[in-house]
């Protein structure tokens, strides 16, 4: 049954030079310098929802996670993990999804495997994956932020929480009328534009779990400097501010699957702005902060009738299973 799915399924949409000759193991001989690697796994539920579903979701984020520590991509491995009984309609959905997600990038699935389990003990399909890529000169020390100093700007690649508001609007079909799509993407274009900026972009980051208030606060932690962000700047959609007004969410703490944070020197924070803006995934974009002095460690927020809110990360979990 799995070689049948295998050979059926996966293979007509996956298919390449490393997959093709069925062995244990894909051998890469066309990579030179720093290898990047990172793996994830994705159970997000539901599997299929506004703007994406779980196969492409696994491709953007697995990527994702390659581009914000300054890594080209190269290729990816996948594993998946089948629900016997699962819908092969949404599985070829799912799978298409990432085929197309691969040939945009210009990247192979190199290896997977496939295993199906009895009903009751996997929630339809669970996937893991494995990214490969290979760091960009200059731009190594965006993943622990060590440049960061007094003066930079805080920069996002546009509207925040869409992720985590769709997968709450799909979880309640028919209760909610709004439809807001997630922002699932592959974030690695906008970052190549900006490469040439290189030890400018002090740190990157994509606000997954925990949202974008988690991801200021953990690169601040311990540090002797703060953050002062101005929440007027932050692109919130409308649909995404109406349902956290609805429903108590924070949008600063919502999931994001299409969106970087960045810290870049003063001096060329304009520039990457404009870069940003010229391209579709990058049109909302924004610096919306500063790198302080004062308050070292923290993250204060600057509220739009003169207020201040200390940030704090995220405690539990308001939305499980948003990845």
């Not at 070829?92 to 990038?105: P, T, W």
């Not at 944070?261 to 001096?267: G, M, P, R």
Request: hydrophobic share 40%.
């Amino acid at each position: 049954m799995t070689r049948n799915l295998i050979r059926e399924l996966f293979k007509p949409y996956l298919h390449n030079q490393y997959l093709d000759k069925e062995s244990d193991a894909a051998i890469l001989t066309n990579l030179s310098g720093n290898i990047a690697i990172s793996t994830d796994a994705f159970v997000v539920n539901p599997v299929i929802f506004p703007g994406g579903d779980i196969g492409k979701l696994s491709i953007c984020g697995t990527i994702n996670d390659l581009a914000v520590s300054g890594a080209k991509p190269h290729s990816i491995t996948a594993s998946f993990i089948l629900e016997e009984g699962f819908s092969m309609t949404e599985l070829e959905m799912i799978v298409s999804s990432m085929s197309s997600e691969i040939k945009n990038l210009g990247i192979a699935l190199v290896a997977a495997d496939t295993k199906v389990v009895p009903s009751g003990l996997c929630d339809k399909i669970y996937i893991t994956t494995t990214g490969i890529g290979t760091v960009i000169p200059d731009l190594e020390q965006v993943s622990g932020g060590k440049g960061i100093q007094p003066g930079d700007r805080i920069i996002l690649s546009g509207t925040i929480g869409d992720h985590g508001a769709a997968i709450f609007c799909a979880r309640f079909p028919g209760q909610i009328l709004t439809t807001i799509m997630s922002d699932c993407a592959c974030v690695y274009p906008l970052i190549e534009m900006i490469s040439s900026f290189g030890t400018g972009i002090r740190f990157m980051r994509d606000p997954t779990r925990g949202g974008l208030a988690t991801v200021l606060c953990e690169v601040t932690e311990k540090q002797a400097w703060g953050i002062t962000i101005m929440e007027s700047m932050i692109p919130v959609r409308n649909e995404v501010a109406g349902l956290c007004d609805l429903t108590g969410l924070d949008p600063l703490y919502l999931a994001n699957e299409g969106k970087f944070i960045l810290i870049a020197a003063e001096s060329i924070s304009n520039e990457i702005l404009t870069s940003l803006r010229s391209h579709p995934l990058g049109e909302n974009a924004c610096e919306f902060g500063v790198v302080t002095r004062e308050n070292p460690g923290r993250v204060i927020l600057e509220t739009p009738i003169g207020g201040r809110r200390l940030l704090t990360m995220l405690s539990g979990d308001p939305l499980p299973r948003i990845c």
